[in-house]
């Protein structure tokens, strides 16, 4: 009986023994690590374009090919809602424009929110659309918000060209200052971009996102200065919110830049620029980190 016992103890020690030894996880150089480097995804992204570009034709086709209007589509939206607020904004709530005529100051901010909520409602179903696709052939799967936006870069050069007839009807040129354009539409982009990113992986996750969509279109328009001017915002409150929704300094950057032949401030233009290099950037992160993912929660 002693020697059974102490058998018995023997095996629960070694198997005790055993248990120690065993590893809580597989050995760290077979751990996976994810190292994001800024030239390879460049070069990867560089690799991708004809893929962008293909994606962007094909959804292009979709929209608009058996359209009786065709790409007039791009701009009656704009168009519409901007004599709405000539309508409602100007006339009822007597915003005032200064020298420049109320419909070319609206125009403006709806040619930015237009290209937002375009690249920011097709961007976050990219993903959940081209699920087939995704399983079959790899790629940088970034590139599907990223056509969305090559999308509405199209509808926004459409509405840009609009925007010059509009100059004309109302016999305004463009201020000199309009090369500040160009450094505010990289602002607009990247702010853009990381907001398409968090959202097309967030619907692959969270369903529930794609219903609120809708919501955020419709409560964005109002809560960017689109129909009004940043002034409107209390100063002491502007700061905090152009970090929030940098389109408030881009917008309000095209139009001193386009009608009243002024710079963009830059105070709050530099507050947009490190708010959109955040939203890129924290975006890009959190897409990568959750695309390998995709594919099992899909």
């Not at 009807?169 to 990113?197: C, K, S």
Request: glycine share 6%.
């Amino acid at each position: 009986m002693g020697g059974q016992h102490a058998q018995v103890v023997d095996e629960r020690g070694t198997q005790t023994e055993e248990r120690r030894r065993i590893p809580d996880g597989p050995p760290p150089e077979l751990v996976f690590k994810r190292r994001l480097r800024p030239v390879q995804v460049a070069h990867e992204l560089w690799g991708a374009r004809e893929l962008v570009r293909a994606l962007a034709e094909r959804d292009l086709r979709a929209r608009y090919k058996q359209a009786v209007l065709g790409f007039a589509w791009a701009v009656l939206t704009p168009l519409a809602l901007c004599a709405i607020f000539t309508l409602v904004f100007h006339r009822a709530v007597k915003i005032d424009t200064g020298s420049v005529s109320y419909p070319l100051f609206a125009y403006v901010g709806l040619i930015v929110w237009q290209f937002f909520s375009n690249t920011m409602n097709q961007g976050a179903l990219s993903l959940a659309n081209n699920l087939s696709l995704l399983n079959k052939v790899y790629c940088p799967r970034e590139v599907f918000p990223l056509a969305t936006m090559l999308v509405a870069t199209v509808d926004m050069v459409i509405g840009i060209g609009v925007l010059g007839l509009m100059f004309l009807v109302f016999w305004t040129a463009p201020a000199a200052t309009f090369l500040w354009v160009l450094p505010l539409l990289v602002i607009q982009f990247a702010f853009t971009y990381g907001v398409a990113l968090v959202l097309s992986v967030a619907v692959v996750y969270l369903r529930d996102v794609r219903h609120l969509l809708p919501i955020i279109t419709q409560m964005g328009v109002f809560a960017t200065p689109v129909a009004y001017p940043l002034a409107r915002i209390p100063q002491r409150a502007q700061e905090i919110y152009v970090a929030v929704n940098p389109l408030g300094a881009v917008i309000e950057g095209y139009r001193k830049a386009l009608l009243y032949g002024q710079a963009p401030d830059l105070a709050l233009t530099s507050i947009a620029a490190v708010s959109s290099v955040v939203f890129l950037v924290g975006g890009y992160l959190l897409f990568k980190k959750l695309e390998t993912g995709i594919a099992d929660v899909a």
